[in-house]
């Protein structure tokens, strides 16, 4: 799945999530809000009861006591029914004003239809059998005519009674009628409260169950997956956790351990078998030939054999051993419990013809021939590093006896070791102090003797050990990644020189200079080239990049050939080196990449003894003639082998015959000496004729 459907997916997923959990609170707040305002409305309900209730309770204790003060006031002496008639008409209106309340409260209608139901309140106020309205505004006009008439006789403040004094007389049925209207009313009120409570409860209760299933259906559509989908997500992301963790400490293509979780557990394994006093085998496989397999099947062949390779050495140890892939076709096993020197020796072999049997791929058969070093802790080293690094150079020891066996580190490979790392000591310090030279080797035609070009070499002159061979620090450089910065120093030099001589005028063909890999990887070379030609005064047509074969397979995925490509175009011209001895597609081999084929020197000794390499060089000249190419044979030694080159027709020469690799300045003399000699016009004193 691309990255734009699965963010694409992932949004909705977010979207939908969101809406849902939204949704859900919404739809929960409605329902709680509801449940809020519905006890609201019922605690409201429930206080206006109570006021009610008190206001008849209070309307009851009222009406009898405006009976009983009207009686009071009526036998008292004259002294004291001025007092009671206050009582009586404080009483009589307040006893008013609650039932004006009281009406306002209960919203009571006389007109209203309801009076005719018998469990109204408008029943009892205005209908049989209590009319309540009406004896409630009898007593209250009687208690005023009473307190008229009390106050007229008195001589108080008033407007005086009119009526008969038989008259003025409360009627205790008025006042009994009144208690009992209240009374009926205060039933009939707590019986409408305890009815509208009850409904107020039912319908919470029902929004109480409705809150609960809707709780519920939330929780079954909405959050369950919404759960299920976090789930989901959250054990997605778990495995990629795992995966990634697993990824961290694993090869990709085997399965193996890395590098990495070596590095984090190879002291754990020494420390355990310190602990138990036990020796610890470590084994570094290499395969012979996994380049060949790589160039000739293909890489998806490599691969193949590389998983097949790992399953082989999962089945040769224990479950106590470690296995893991460094990287390329380089592989440890971890032994513990390695036990004696002759059980390591046994086990190593059991490993090894198992890794080297036969291997099928797509009907070929393969026979990938793995090597392997061995070093024992605590014998050839205490510390994981140290160990790695002997197995390392046991691991050479035994590819330089063949392949297909193994080798032990011993005294003579730690004298190595010691030797290589003082070796790179020295050549560390010859870097920062440039002190490796440039020698040249000229390259010239049979038929004419002209000079088509002279090689630059690399040589190093050891302050203490003199003049040390290119085969025994070029090898130990490119291990230790300092070529790039050695190939540099050869290429200012070489062409600085080469500039000097183009400057003076000296006929040197072009210069060549040997290229590798790893320098045209650096992503600053071909500026580093053109800064310096230009600097140094060197046309780009005078120099030459030799490169090997190895170069043009891995060009397409390391970017070279664009970078080539690039350099050729400025005017430098390409060359392949050692043709014939890689595995290099005849689709490289053209005018449009490559101007000019060196023949391995392997093919040129004893050319006129070896019936092959005279075939094969014949087949190379012809090659690059028909191509338009053209050709120098490196390694030419003897007048019989130059003999032969010229009867095939390959033209150029470089080897000893010719001359030997020179420092600058007798290359320079070598050169001057073979320029052609100008014709010199000489002036005769004397008279003339």
Not at 20 to 30: D, S
Not at 50 to 77: E, M, N, P, Y
């Amino acid at each position: 799945m691309s990255q734009q459907p699965v963010q694409t997916v992932s949004g909705k997923l977010i979207l939908l999530i969101k809406a849902g959990y939204w949704l859900a609170l919404l739809i929960i707040a409605t329902m709680v809000a509801a449940s809020f305002v519905l006890l609201q409305q019922t605690m409201a309900t429930q206080q206006h009861n109570h006021t009610l209730l008190d206001i008849v309770g209070t309307q009851k204790t009222l009406s009898q006591r405006i009976v009983f003060l009207a009686s009071a006031t009526g036998a008292a002496s004259r002294d004291k029914q001025p007092a009671l008639v206050s009582a009586l008409k404080q009483a009589t209106a307040e006893f008013e004003t609650n039932y004006d309340l009281l009406l306002k409260e209960t919203g009571a209608d006389p007109q209203s239809p309801a009076k005719l139901d018998a469990k109204s309140i408008e029943s009892v106020l205005f209908a049989k059998p209590f009319h309540l309205d009406y004896f409630s505004v009898g007593l209250i006009a009687n208690g005023d005519r009473l307190i008229s008439a009390f106050e007229s006789k008195l001589n108080l403040d008033n407007d005086g009674y009119k009526g008969g004094a038989e008259r003025v007389n409360l009627d205790t049925s008025v006042a009994n009628a009144t208690l009992s209207g209240y009374a009926a009313l205060g039933q009939r009120i707590s019986a409408e409260a305890d009815e509208r409570s009850e409904k107020l409860l039912a319908l919470h209760r029902t929004l109480f169950y409705a809150t609960l299933g809707v709780i519920l259906l939330v929780a079954l559509f909405i959050f369950r997956p919404m759960s299920n989908a976090i789930l989901r997500k959250t054990r997605e992301l778990v495995d990629a956790r795992n995966s990634m963790a697993f990824i961290a400490v694993h090869d990709g293509l085997t399965g193996l351990h890395n590098r990495t979780f070596l590095t984090d557990h190879f002291d754990t394994l020494i420390k355990s078998a310190h602990r138990r006093r036990e020796r610890l085998a470590v084994v570094q496989l290499d395969l012979d030939r996994f380049k060949q397999i790589n160039d000739t099947l293909g890489h998806a062949a490599g691969d193949y054999v590389l998983v097949v390779t790992a399953q082989r050495m999962r089945d040769s140890c224990r479950a106590s051993d470690l296995c893991a892939r460094l990287g390329g076709d380089e592989f440890v096993m971890i032994l513990n419990g390695a036990g004696s020197t002759e059980d390591i020796n046994m086990l190593a072999r059991r490993i090894l013809a198992h890794i080297n049997e036969p291997i099928i791929f797509q009907g070929t058969t393969i026979l990938p021939g793995a090597s392997g070093g061995i070093a024992v802790y605590p014998i050839d080293a205490d510390n994981a590093q140290d160990l790695l690094v002997h197995a390392d150079l046991a691991l050479y020891s035994a590819k330089k006896m063949g392949g297909g066996n193994f080798s032990f580190f011993s005294e003579e490979l730690r004298r190595e070791l010691d030797y290589r790392k003082q070796l790179e000591h020295d050549i560390k310090v010859a870097i920062s102090e440039k002190a490796f030279q440039v020698y040249f080797q000229p390259q010239v035609s049979l038929t004419n003797g002209a000079i088509s070009g002279i090689e630059a070499l690399v040589r190093w002159n050891h302050p203490e050990r003199g003049m040390i061979s290119p085969g025994e620090f070029i090898p130990v450089a490119e291990k230790c990644g300092f070529m790039p910065e050695i190939g540099r120093i050869v290429i200012s030099k070489a062409i600085n020189e080469a500039a000097e001589w183009n400057r003076a005028g000296i006929a040197f063909g072009r210069l060549a200079v040997n290229v590798s890999g790893t320098e045209l990887r650096e992503h600053d070379f071909d500026a580093f080239l053109f800064e310096t030609l230009e600097k140094a005064g060197l046309p780009p047509q005078k120099l030459s990049l030799e490169i090997v074969e190895s170069v043009i397979l891995d060009d397409e995925k390391t970017g070279i050939a664009a970078k080539l490509r690039h350099i050729r175009a400025a005017g430098v011209h390409l060359e392949l080196d050692d043709f014939g001895t890689g595995y290099a597609s005849l689709s490289h081999v053209n005018p449009n990449e490559i101007d000019r084929l060196k023949i391995d020197r392997r093919f040129v000794q004893n050319i006129h003894e070896n019936g092959d390499n005279s075939k094969i060089v014949r087949a190379i000249t012809e090659l690059a003639r028909g191509l338009g190419i053209s050709i120098v044979a490196e390694g030419a030694e003897t007048e019989a082998e130059l003999d032969s080159l010229m009867a095939i027709g390959c033209d150029q020469v470089q080897g000893y015959s010719i001359a030997f690799p020179m420092p600058h300045d007798k290359a320079l003399e070598w050169l001057t000496a073979r320029m052609p000699k100008k014709a010199r016009l000489t002036v005769l004193q004397g008279r003339l004729a």
